[in-house]
């Protein structure tokens, strides 16, 4: 397979802000080779990276190939068919212009970066592309907060994509999820060594205040049902290390539970990989996406757009539920665009776009082949005709009644 | 209304660690007359006090009066019936001994206080109504973690109680409450104003710490459909203060939102009342709580208890499930115990217990009364004979197949 990566000058950039950067570059990679016809961009989640496979530049974690998966020869978005294109967003840390980039002065930007929304990474992602030769794009898809990116594609440029899709996503955060992000980046700027962003010439990056705010964020990726499973209640092996967070004497009597083990680990590994200003700024740009932004409601905020939508939602996931997803489809219906609502079946929570990909694979592949009359892609409202011996458990409707 | 408020001695005190203190004293209130029969216990949630109506001794903030809708002069727990005993928990702060206390040498304990378990509160419970006169007692009610305490009761004094009534409780805390819990300890310890736990004779306590912890339970005692009912995404008003916590520049572009502003508001008061230490020591007791240890299961360990159970529990609970509650339901029919799990239909999360009076009164004034056969006490089990038609709707049964 061809592959490429590098980073482009994008010259100046003026962000929905109203401030703007002398130069914004823009890390991505590409997979597969393009027929004019045939590109495929990938919108990536929070904590994402360009290295959407496993074939490019180095990235480290857990931002590294991140949907191997479902991406590649012969896989569900399908590399010998396609050509792929993934960038890191605007305000990121994977070699696109950052908090941590330095400024044409060459002093690291930190809270001087300008505020970056959802749809500066859009319209970075419409230079690159210019850049690379790519017009109108086969697909956009993206997972979660890409979810929303990928959403905001049908809406910004309407005539660019034949097919959209949305995995775990919605057309804004609830007012849950908003409280969340919220104490997180109160985790982050409560670290006296956020120092008020200004940290990267000194010895100690805020790295307990950032990882908390991804252990608040891990939990928020995982349903109730799957921690349980997971985890349960139980004890970590006496290997576990207890020394990622200061405690006291008292903690001793009580057990280090395989839960904590495994936030502690996750979140140490964390914050080797990612700026905390960057998740700042990103969690931000996320709260503040609203597709109806600009429009009376979501169904005006698409009407413009000339291709099909595809929304997979899973019906374990309560950062983005199937019911927002749901009222999304709805929007679309209204807007007279074809889509479908597919609902999967999952346990896995917010999660379950990553780690499902036997589920999200099919109904991906037929629609970015067939559109909604891809053979693996069911949709909500056609289910509900089907009557009661259709896919919907009462657990669906449950959910869509609450 | 007879009231009575104080602080009693218990002398020295063994807790269930092995460590000891050479003087426990616990701050308890009483409402109403004994007659010697008619005492009813009530235990208090996380960070409650022995004030659990407005007559008593002056608490502030929530701690005051925080049941009041419920006990008093012809309120469901009435005064004018029933003498009602609520003591400060050891560990906590208002008055029964705990980390902020002086050592009998005027020291103060800090992280020196023994780890506390649910089972240390039921025995200074135990010991203060000794001191009170009391030997069987009516009832003993509690909510949350004092439903926890409650079930205690069941299974550490079984002849002792004729009712037990656990509110929004369960039998031990799942896998994504002991994480949330977890990172809520974290918040405090990695605030360096913590200073390892003594911070008592500093200018500066873990303010920030303790207020994360504090937005972090109470994101956990709202639910989904009550945050976005109530707060939605709008931004809270112009006169709404954002300085409670640092901020970056990029953040002035984006709104301050109601429910932020909630959450920093609350977190403000509750850090005026309650001491950090006794958060973690509080929260661990919590999260160790498992009602069938020393047994085989939840069944066993509630065999030989005496007397009738109510579990009241909440549709919108995600803290402690109604699906958790009628699991604990199943235990005390296997054990031959008289027991109604009544489920309330409600959006408001875990706080439901303390702001639905209006559902909770009846039919905890009904079991106090006639024990389950009490008229408004409904139970899962007889609303399930009643078929489709009863008190069951799906949304329920789905909570249970989940």
Chains 1, 2 share one sequence.
Request: aromatic share 10%.
């Amino acid at each position: 397979m061809k592959t490429d990566s590098g980073t482009v000058d994008l010259g100046r950039f003026d962000f929905a802000s109203g401030d703007e950067i002398e130069n914004l570059e823009v890390a991505y990679e590409t997979y597969g080779e393009f027929d004019g016809d045939n590109a495929v961009l990938i919108c990536h989640a929070l904590t994402g990276s360009q290295n959407v496979a496993g074939y490019g530049s180095e990235t480290t974690g857990q931002a590294r190939a991140w949907w191997n998966d479902i991406v590649g020869p012969g896989k569900a978005i399908d590399t010998n068919d396609y050509y792929v294109v993934c960038a890191n967003v605007p305000g990121s840390c994977y070699g696109t212009t950052g908090p941590a980039s330095e400024d044409p002065e060459g002093e690291v930007y930190g809270t001087d970066f300008p505020p970056v929304t959802v749809a500066d990474w859009t319209r970075s992602q419409r230079l690159l592309l210019d850049e690379l030769g790519v017009g109108r794009l086969h697909a956009v898809v993206g997972g979660s907060v890409g979810g929303m990116n990928a959403l905001d594609w049908a809406k910004r440029y309407p005539d660019d994509a034949r097919y959209v899709v949305s995995v775990a996503a919605a057309a804004r955060l609830d007012a849950q999820c908003l409280a969340l992000d919220a104490i997180a980046r109160r985790a982050i700027t409560t670290d006296p060594h956020w120092n008020g962003g200004e940290y990267y010439d000194r010895d100690e990056a805020p790295t307990d205040g950032l990882a908390l705010a991804r252990q608040i964020g891990h939990v928020m990726y995982l349903s109730k049902a799957s921690m349980e499973g997971k985890f349960g209640r139980r004890a970590a092996g006496r290997d576990a290390r207890r020394d990622s967070f200061p405690s006291d004497p008292a903690a001793a009597f009580f057990p280090y539970r395989d839960v904590e083990s495994y936030l502690d680990y996750q979140a140490e590994k964390f914050v080797d990989r990612f700026d905390a200003n960057s998740y700042l700024y990103l969690t931000r740009a996320m709260d503040d996406y609203d597709l109806a932004e600009g429009y009376e409601d979501d169904a005006q905020a698409v009407a413009a757009f000339e291709g099909e939508a595809l929304l997979l939602s899973f019906t374990g996931d309560w950062h983005f539920t199937t019911e927002q997803s749901e009222t999304l489809a709805a929007a679309f219906r209204e807007a007279g665009a074809p889509v479908a609502h597919h609902v999967i079946e999952s346990d896995h929570g917010h999660d379950a776009f990553l780690v499902e990909p036997e589920k999200v694979g099919p109904p991906l592949r037929d629609f970015l082949d067939s559109g909604v009359e891809g053979r693996a892609v069911h949709d909500t409202d056609a289910d509900a005709d089907s009557g009661p011996g259709g896919d919907f458990a009462p657990v669906h409707a449950s959910l869509f009644s609450q």
